[in-house]
């Protein structure tokens, strides 16, 4: 089995963690200031978010580099229209309401984190 588990560099970890938590219905596995985990009904790890300039790790260093350019996090969810209304409730930064992508034929939608990655959210159905 191959799973990713990706790691967001954050200006604040704790705040960040509440923000994914909110929108994704997800919990905290670890919690703390510099480093968390968010997991999801399965306690499968979904997410992993980790502070500026902590530790060492090169790609995590600078801060002041474009943020996220070449990512996009492209989550697949159960009910996109709860997750729609949790991204409206946190004011979140819209770049696409929900709409029926083409390519994947999948409806999904597009914001940006409180970090300014950019985040799709798709469902199958």
């Not at 200006?11 to 905290?28: F, G, H, I, P, R």
């Not at 002041?64 to 930064?93: C, H, M, Q, R, S």
Request: with cysteine; hydrophobic share 35%.
């Amino acid at each position: 089995m191959i799973r990713p588990e990706p790691i967001l560099a954050v200006a604040n970890v704790e705040k960040s963690s509440k923000w994914y938590q909110k929108l994704l219905n997800c919990k905290s596995a670890h919690g703390g200031s510099i480093f968390e985990i968010l997991t999801n009904e399965n306690n499968e790890q979904i997410l992993s978010l980790h502070r500026w300039e902590v530790h060492g790790h090169p790609t995590l260093a600078d801060p002041t580099k474009e943020t996220g350019n070449g990512l996009i996090l492209y989550f697949v969810v159960d009910d996109l229209n709860l997750i729609w209304a949790n991204a409206k409730k946190l004011n979140a930064k819209i770049e696409e309401e929900p709409h029926l992508n083409t390519n994947s034929g999948r409806r999904e939608f597009s914001i940006r984190d409180l970090d300014n990655y950019y985040i799709s959210i798709t469902c199958d159905h």
